[in-house]
């Protein structure tokens, strides 16, 4: 992946108010954005995957309809689409289960998490180690995310 | 304070704070003991042993969390601010089960579900064993209880403030 591009991302969680958090702590991330689109569980997130270009996907696990694990086996499993790099963002805490799907190609990132850790992660998924410049990065503050 | 309950409230400060942005306070102080009850969200989780968590506001926070969640200057509309909360129930529990039933132990853990009157809470009351933290905010207080069946805290807990 070309380290200097702005990345569209797939955000997938059931929770609108989860979707948000994730977008304004992306933002605040300092990584340079492209699109960024929203599906509300797994089966969303594939329609999402079939009519656009997506860089990364940041996945929920426990979901209605489908779960963000079976929508990574999906992932997988689909040749135009199974290198995506994938960031599981959950509440999940058993090593166990991370353990799984880490063994599926996911990285993790656990809630609550911080601009800082979500760059990170990102970075080191995708190789993509750009920031927006000066003028357009928010900068934080104490009551930002 | 028991072990338990220690876990529950360093979970229960921490996803405030980092979440939120809603600061835990140093002691409850009056004020915390007779703030209005607000509302109510639980999780329910199944494993190794299976209950809910639920964590009640008292005082006038809701508005304000969720628009710190969110990033928004205003508060957002009441089923957001709802659904705000029930990420917050479900965050502390996703963090406290694996600290209480072992870090390797597998939990499934429900969509939350909003409480909007208080004596719902009561229809808990009977299960096997619970324990309760109260945490002091800047505008309230947040009864944090995690209720499990057919298990047994090991240090026997009762109900715990900061």
């Keep these: 992946m070309d380290q200097h591009m702005a990345l569209n991302i797939l955000v997938v969680d059931d929770s609108l108010v989860m979707r948000t958090m994730i977008i304004k702590t992306l933002r605040l991330s300092g990584l340079e954005l492209g699109e960024i689109y929203q599906a509300s569980n797994g089966q ?102 | 304070m028991s072990k338990v309950q220690a876990e529950l409230m360093s979970s229960a400060v921490m996803t405030f704070e980092d979440m939120g942005f809603v600061f835990a306070m140093p002691e409850l102080e009056e004020e915390h003991h007779t703030a209005p009850f607000e509302g109510a969200a639980e999780v329910g989780f199944s494993g190794p042993f299976s209950g809910r968590l639920i964590i009640s506001l008292y005082g006038q926070m809701m508005g304000e969390l969720a628009a710190n969640m969110m990033g928004e200057d205003e508060p957002p509309p009441v089923q957001q601010q709802h659904d705000a909360l029930g990420e917050i129930a479900n965050v502390i529990c996703g963090n406290v089960l694996p600290k209480v039933g072992g870090s390797r132990e597998i939990f499934y853990i429900s969509a939350p579900r909003y409480i909007e009157q208080p004596n719902e809470l009561d229809q808990h009351a009977d299960n096997d064993s619970s324990v309760q933290v109260s945490v002091p905010l800047d505008d309230g207080r947040a009864d944090v209880t995690l209720f499990v069946k057919d298990w047994r805290f090991e240090d026997d807990p009762g109900t715990g403030g900061r």
Excluded: C, Y
């Design chain 1, 44 to 145: 969303e997130g594939l329609r999402v995957l079939e009519d656009n270009w997506v860089d990364l996907a940041l996945v929920d696990i426990n979901m209605p309809v489908m779960s963000g694990e079976e929508m990574i086996d999906k992932v997988r499993q689909d040749p135009g689409i199974s290198d995506l790099p994938v960031v599981v963002v959950s509440t999940e805490s058993s090593e166990t289960r991370i353990e799984m799907l880490q063994k599926k190609g996911a990285e993790f990132v656990h809630k609550p998490f911080t601009p800082e850790i979500l760059r990170e992660t990102i970075t080191g998924v995708t190789g993509v180690t750009n920031e927006q410049g000066s003028s357009g990065t928010d900068e934080f503050s104490g009551n930002d995310f």
